[in-house]
């Protein structure tokens, strides 16, 4: 398979108030095409830290971080917003949707910064996007007007819309009940089967069960590094829940 | 990021906030409307003033005895009668810029037709005078040089006293009236004129040959002015130094000696009158400019808090693929689109203000192409100025800590 992101012994100094902070500690490891990988750790494990990292939000101190084959740490600012813009798609745990804007237009907005597309074409993708999260109904309903549960689909549209190279969600079940939890892992599930490469930031263990992969953070290196050879179906956990109460 | 797209998400997050920017954009459209409204008025009431003073002859040059006021000190009466008849004829003689010159001497008094009478001036003057000063005649005809010659008692009057004098609705040419017991024969009928610059009834006078009024009115040999007209406003100057010349040599004045005498131009009125119009203008001009930098800086304040507030906006979309340029050319475009919105109703509102005040109130005031010129510019800048630091502030956010912002 593929390799979509490469990490080459990885890290990244903070300067906190004349005191260096070591948040990532020589970090390696390889993501292929097609894996679901967890990212676990407590706070302060440098979780975010590699987030943002991933996300080319942030650059690496030392050390070589390769996304889809592109070297990401000597890039300027603007590089690294187009990389974004091609390459990554960011699911986060309070959606960051905008306010007073309906589906579509939320789904589209990455697609607004790559001029390859024209309106006809942002459009016809937002719902494409939207229909496979199944929003198909809901394309004119504005944020304010959708559960939480919906506004994290639309999120996740958001994030397929421009066929990133790589799904990155952060906590994206940390502001969801555990139905609706459940259900937005049915739906990261579903995208993984259909190849997607998805890497998911989170400190809540339950949510490894699901993934094919599992790294676990601490002190900024990498505890433990274990495939899923049992990968829990989100849809039978669902199923086995008690009925809502109304 | 392309235009159109960039257009859309200003329009997007103005159409988001319509209050907010309305609100904002007042403080433009009243700058600019009073900026444009006040210019107008400035300007309306500079051209009313040009135009009446060059109803009155805008070329005309008056002549009058003694120098100048020195210190405030007026000076003795015999500077009052420097001013001779050679002078005059010197004058016609020589001066080439000047294609008309007239004698003033002038009484004021009671003019009486039977049963009325009505206080008015008589002005002892040639016939040059009428066209000298932009009158012409209603009926009847001008008096002759041979009348001037024979110091005739003939005179023309003005539409006030028509109307004072002869209440009937007669006609006033043939009749005559008596002024100071002297009987004149009314020749002729001014043509009406109505108020001069400085609020004169134009229509209020008599005039006569200067002879009549020096030997049989006044019993005076000096003149009270001479009135000359330039050949054209631009030659007044001109005329007025060879005026002078003409008189300090027949007044045989040393070069050290001061003139005895002062010349004026309307021109040279008119040109006091448009400065003071100016810096009136000027003065309307920059209150309603101040009041423009204010809106300004609410443009800026809202633009301030519209960043801050959407913070997590800028990161999200920072995050997705938004350059710093993009979101710069947002926020800029996003106050520039208030100014300009602002700029073009204010535009409209001032034009509006004026054909008011003009058609309603009754004041001069013409809107300048410059002056929607200059405000238009104004807004753009105002705009690009005013929402330059806020955008700034937005564009360099670090995408992580915008994202995290609460």
New interface residues.
């Given amino acids: 398979m593929k390799e979509i992101i490469r990490l080459d012994n990885i890290s990244r100094e903070f300067h906190v108030g004349g005191e260096v902070v070591h948040a990532l500690r020589g970090l390696t490891c390889l993501i292929r095409e097609g894996e679901f990988v967890t990212i676990m750790g407590s706070s302060g494990s440098g979780k975010s830290t590699l987030h ?1 990292t991933l ?1 080319c ?2 650059t690496p101190t030392n050390g070589e971080y390769y996304l889809d084959g592109v070297s990401v740490r000597k890039m300027g ?2 590089a690294r ?2 990389l ?3 390459k990554i798609g ?1 699911v ?1 745990q309070c959606y ?1 949707l ?4 309906n589906a579509v ?1 939320n789904v589209e ?2 697609l ?4 390859a597309f024209s ?1 006809a074409a942002r459009r016809q993708k937002a719902i494409e996007a939207l229909t496979a999260v199944g929003l198909a109904d809901r394309l004119r309903h504005k944020s304010n007007q959708m559960s939480g549960g919906q506004m994290q689909r639309v999120a996740i549209a ?1 994030a397929l819309v ?1 066929d990133p190279a790589v799904i990155l969600a952060d906590e994206a079940t940390g502001n969801l009940d555990s139905r609706t939890s459940c259900e937005i892992l049915i739906l990261f599930q579903r995208l993984h089967l259909q190849g997607r490469t998805i890497i998911f930031v989170t400190h809540n263990p339950e949510i490894a069960q699901y993934s094919s992969r599992n790294i676990l953070l601490r002190d900024g290196r990498i505890q433990s590094d274990t495939l899923n050879s049992h990968v829990h179906s989100a849809a039978e956990t669902l199923a086995a829940m008690p009925p809502p109460e109304d | 990021m392309n235009i159109p797209n960039l257009f859309k998400i200003a329009l997007k997050a103005l159409a988001n906030n319509k209050m907010r920017g309305f609100l904002t954009m007042l403080g433009i459209i009243i700058g600019v409307a009073s900026v444009i409204s006040m210019l107008a008025i400035g300007q309306g009431s500079k051209d009313s003033i040009r135009e009446q003073i060059s109803e009155m002859g805008s070329n005309m040059i008056m002549v009058q005895p003694g120098g100048d006021m020195r210190f405030g000190a007026r000076q003795s009466a015999s500077s009052m009668e420097t001013l001779k008849l050679p002078d005059f004829e010197a004058i016609r003689r020589e001066a080439r810029y000047i294609n008309g010159a007239s004698p003033t001497v002038t009484a004021s008094g009671q003019f009486i037709n039977g049963a009325q009478n009505h206080p008015s001036t008589l002005y002892g003057v040639n016939e040059d005078y009428l066209r000298i000063r932009h009158f012409s005649l209603d009926n009847g005809a001008m008096f002759s040089e041979q009348e001037i010659a024979s110091a005739a008692k003939v005179c023309i009057i003005g539409q006030t006293l028509v109307r004072e004098l002869f209440p009937d609705g007669s006609d006033p040419v043939g009749r005559v009236v008596r002024f100071q017991k002297i009987p004149f024969l009314i020749i002729g009928t001014l043509k009406s004129k109505g108020a001069n610059a400085m609020g004169m009834d134009q229509d209020d006078m008599v005039f006569a040959p200067y002879s009549t009024v020096q030997k049989r009115v006044l019993a005076i040999t000096h003149l009270h002015g001479i009135t000359a007209s330039a050949i054209k406003e631009e030659y007044s100057e001109r005329a007025i130094s060879e005026i002078s010349a003409i008189l300090r040599s027949n007044h045989r004045l040393k070069p050290t000696d001061d003139d005895d005498f002062t010349i004026r131009s309307m021109e040279e009125i008119a040109s006091t009158m448009s400065t003071v119009m100016d810096t009136l203008t000027i003065l309307l001009g920059s209150v309603a400019g101040i009041s423009l930098l204010v809106g300004g800086i609410g443009i800026m304040n809202i633009m301030y808090v519209s960043v801050t507030e959407r913070t997590r906006e800028i990161g999200l979309r920072m995050s997705i693929g938004a350059k710093s340029r993009d979101i710069l050319a947002q926020f800029l475009l996003e106050s520039i689109l208030i100014s300009l919105t602002g700029g073009i109703i204010g535009a409209l509102l001032g034009g509006l203000f004026a054909a008011l005040l003009t058609n309603v109130v009754g004041l001069t005031a013409s809107v300048q192409p410059w002056s929607v010129i200059l405000s238009f510019g104004v807004c753009t800048l105002t705009g690009v100025f005013f929402g330059w630091y806020p955008a700034r502030k937005a564009s360099g956010l670090d995408p992580i800590d915008a994202l995290r912002y609460e």
């Fill in positions: 943002n996300g939000l942030d600012r603007n917003a187009t974004r813009n091609r960011f986060f960051n905008l306010p007073k804007s237009e907005l990455p607004l910064y790559n001029s309106a958001r421009n």
